[in-house]
C-alpha cells in the first residue's frame, strides 16, 4: 500500500493501513515523522529524516520490516 500524502500549510498527512494517520513537518534537522493510531490521544514518533521521501519511505514499510532504532 502506498499512502497519499496531502501538503498543507508546510505539514504533510496521509492515513495508511487500519486507519493510522502519518504526519511529517520540516525542522531543524530534518523531516519529523509521527503517527497517530485511531484512539489515541498523542501521536507517536517514529524518527526524523534527512529527506521528505525518506520520512515517506518509512510511513510506507511494514511494521514487521521496518528497521529497528
Same mark, same amino acid.
Given at each position: 500500500?502506498s499512502i497519499d500524502f496531502e501538503e498543507s500549510m508546510g505539514v504533510f498527512r496521509g492515513t495508511?493501513? &487500519? @486507519?493510522?494517520?502519518?504526519?511529517? &513537518?520540516?525542522?531543524?534537522?530534518?523531516?519529523?515523522?509521527? #503517527? +497517530?493510531?485511531? @484512539? *489515541?490521544? +498523542? !501521536? +507517536? #514518533? $517514529?524518527?526524523?529524516?534527512?529527506?521528505?521521501?525518506? /520520512?515517506? !519511505?518509512? /510511513? *510506507?514499510?511494514? !511494521? $514487521? +520490516?521496518?528497521?529497528?532504532?
Amino acid at each position: 500500500m502506498s499512502i497519499d500524502f496531502e501538503e498543507s500549510m508546510g505539514v504533510f498527512r496521509g492515513t495508511g493501513i &487500519s @486507519g493510522r494517520e502519518w504526519r511529517i &513537518s520540516r525542522t531543524v534537522t530534518g523531516w519529523r515523522l509521527e #503517527f +497517530t493510531d485511531p @484512539g *489515541d490521544l +498523542t !501521536a +507517536t #514518533f $517514529a524518527g526524523v529524516h534527512g529527506t521528505l521521501s525518506a /520520512a515517506k !519511505a518509512e /510511513a *510506507d514499510t511494514p !511494521a $514487521a +520490516t521496518r528497521r529497528r532504532r
